[in-house]
């Protein structure tokens, strides 16, 4: 039985099974230490509750670092408080069960992957929701917030790793839950390769990527690119974000005003959408999030049903919105 972190953990350069060197314990959090592959020998330190597993790294320095920037700003409550992109837990979670396609008593059952977990809220509500166990894994520089945020629950782990080169065990999860990761990679189906080689035989993979389909935030990104603003330092691109965030709350509160008038009623779950009331916070981190890393690719919804028709997955169900999002099972 598949019962601790180290029951799923895999080395990410060979596949080799790992042997550990705990030196400090937190309930079933392994807090320092270290693993050693017993196949080529690579060594992965644990510190602070985190294995630092990121491997193949080469051109990702951006997307670690920027997305490091940004959820360190996240957990330092320069974002949003208590919401995540403008969701509370309770909307995230109905989201992420219906877009698994599944129900609270099979997470309960379920060893549960979040990859590109990046603030580890995903982890954390699936813990508390009774996972038998979730990893959230980011590669970004401030995976100990998300650790922070999952810390309290035995059940939940933070491993800093690469969705190209993922540190796990073949077919070791349940559910494997990737939202809005992909498009940062420089090779998105690759890493649909890589994360549909952990689900478990009937298990469920299910990926949220960009859309080709118009969005003024990656439309103006396209503007900022050619003149090189997003290519700020950090700080400097945060300070930009929160004041276009100023004008862009005014555009989208008239936006919802027009479309409140009855021949313009929004009525598509994507117009729905795009109208809900919106905070000055949430705009700034989708700003930030939008402005900042570097790959930023945009797919259509045959590409990604595609990607997991090659890896041999069923029952292939693409969502309404958001779109592009899709979620299959693996074959039995
Ligand atoms: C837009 S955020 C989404 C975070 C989270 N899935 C959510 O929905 O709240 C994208 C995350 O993907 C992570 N990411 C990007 N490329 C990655 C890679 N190659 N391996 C692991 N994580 C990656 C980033 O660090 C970032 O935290």
């Known amino acids: 039985v598949l019962s601790t972190l180290l029951d799923y953990l895999a080395c990410p350069t060979c596949g080799g099974d790992l042997s550990d060197d705990f ?5 079933d959090h392994v807090m320092t230490g270290a693993l050693t592959c017993q196949g080529c020998e690579a060594r992965y330190e644990i510190a602070g509750g985190v294995p630092r597993m ?23 409550g320069k974002f949003e408080q208590e919401t995540v992109y403008g969701h ?10 219906d877009r698994l396609g599944t129900t609270d008593e099979e997470v309960r059952q379920s060893a549960v992957l979040d990859a590109g977990c990046g603030s580890g809220n995903f982890t954390r509500l699936a813990a508390e929701h009774g996972a038998k166990i979730a990893i959230g894994i980011d590669i970004h520089d401030e995976v100990d917030g998300a650790f922070a945020h999952c810390r309290e629950l035995d059940n939940a ?10 540190p796990f065990k073949p077919a070791a999860f349940d559910l494997a839950w990737c939202s809005g990761v ?25 990926v949220y990527v960009y859309s080709k389909r118009f969005n003024p935030f990656r439309f103006v990104k396209t503007l900022l690119d050619g003149v090189r603003i997003t290519r700020l330092p950090q700080p400097l691109l945060l300070a930009f974000c929160k004041l276009i965030s100023i004008p ?17 009623r929004a009525q ?27 790959f930023n690719s945009r797919h259509t919804e045959a590409e990604v049903v595609g990607w997991f028709r090659q890896a041999g997955f069923e029952r292939i169900t693409p969502n309404e919105e958001p779109k592009v999002s899709v979620r299959g099972m693996a074959s039995p």
């Open 268 to 294: 598509s779950p994507r117009a729905l959408r795009t109208v809900r009331a919106r905070g000055l916070r949430e705009i700034q981190l989708t700003w930030f999030d939008a402005l900042s890393p570097e």
């Open 248 to 264: 862009s709350l005014g555009l989208l509160q008239a936006y919802r005003l027009v479309r409140k008038l009855p021949p313009l």
């Open 182 to 206: 992909l498009h940062h990679t420089p090779d998105p189906a690759a890493g649909h390769r890589s994360l549909s080689r952990l689900v478990a035989p009937a298990g469920t993979l299910y």
């Open 54 to 76: 990121n491997r193949r790294m080469e051109g990702l320095e951006n997307i670690s670092r920027t997305f490091g920037f940004e959820w360190k700003a996240h957990h330092d």
């Open 88 to 97: 509370t837990p309770e909307t995230d979670w109905r989201n992420f069960l």
């Open 157 to 166: 782990h933070i491993v800093q790793g690469n969705v190209l080169a993922p």
């Open 23 to 27: 030196r400090e314990r937190d309930g």
